[in-house]
């Protein structure tokens, strides 16, 4: 969903993450902690949903090697989706409209992924 130019949140988040020529050290600090917290937070996410604790968990809930290979999979074509966000933060620098808008895509993707997953936890 992409919000209207002129919305009470948009406009406030348009002033919040306004381009500056220079930072004060408590903005900069700020942004330090911030950009770690979302690394720590993308690593969990990633941890979690990929890799040897997601096959363990699948097959504890009894999927099949055919829905634990779908979700496997899931998560590389996904970030093949964001690639055109680079473009578009780059060339039309539109940065909150067209990154919202790749990654409202990209969870598009992602959902009917999750109703399989728990329509095969459903029927078990």
């Known amino acids: 969903m992409v919000l209207p130019l002129s919305t009470p949140l948009h406009m406030k988040l348009r ?3 306004a381009a500056k020529d220079t930072l004060t050290r408590q903005e900069s600090e ?3 902690k911030t950009f770690v917290q979302d690394g720590l937070a993308s690593q969990a996410m990633t941890k979690l949903t990929e890799g040897a604790f997601f096959v363990a ?18 998560p590389p074509l996904v970030r093949l989706i964001q690639l055109p966000s680079i473009y578009l933060i780059v060339e039309v620098r539109r940065e909150m409209r067209n990154l919202s808008t790749v990654e409202g895509l990209r969870q598009m993707v992602q959902f009917p992924f999750g109703i399989i997953k728990s329509e095969q936890q459903r029927v078990k």
């Open 15 to 17: 002033h919040r993450f």
């Open 30 to 32: 700020s942004a330090l």
């Open 57 to 74: 968990l699948a097959l504890q809930l009894g999927a099949s090697n055919l829905i634990i290979g779908l979700l496997a999979a899931i």
